[in-house]
């Protein structure tokens, strides 16, 4: 009887360790899409992504590099001060986007050209996100106190 008993809980604990390794699989697997690591232009321009890898690229938008096209489509680069990345979008920007002014784009780097699907500006006179400011601490032109 006791064999039984002992043999039936690690039927169980083997069974639910499995049910755990698939459900992280499984979790993860769903979330490989969702997940956008963001990268500065200067660590694109030194070990640039696959063009099928999405992900998220900040600094400044460079001063006399909005170009607006035909219909949406708008050309600039961003930069942190080190290297500069072209960038196109097709659609509408925020309202507070600007050259000089920081940004954060979402999409693919292809053929040299970051294809954006998505374009964030800040959003008050005050804020950055994070990873632009560490980008451009790193490179040496953050002006977070000026004003």
């Known amino acids: 009887m006791k064999s039984l008993k002992k043999q039936r809980r690690i039927q169980i604990i083997l069974v639910a360790t499995v049910a755990l390794a698939l459900s992280t699989a499984l979790i993860g697997y769903a979330m490989r899409d969702g997940i956008n690591f963001f990268r500065a232009p200067s660590e694109v321009v030194e070990n640039p992504p696959a063009p099928s890898e999405v992900f998220r690229i900040g ?3 460079e001063d006399g590099t909005l170009v607006r096209g035909q219909g949406e489509t708008v050309r600039f680069s961003v930069t942190d001060g080190g290297a500069s ?9 925020p309202d507070l986007f600007a050259e000089n002014e920081g940004m954060v784009g979402t999409g693919r780097y292809i053929n040299g050209v970051f294809e954006a699907s998505e374009i964030l500006a800040k959003h008050d006179e005050t804020y950055m ?3 632009v400011v560490d980008a451009l601490k790193d ?9």
């Open 85 to 93: 990345v072209p960038v196109i979008f097709t659609g509408v920007l």
């Open 139 to 147: 490179q040496g032109v953050y002006r977070g106190d000026e004003g």
């Open 129 to 131: 996100p994070a990873e």
């Open 59 to 61: 600094g400044l938008v």
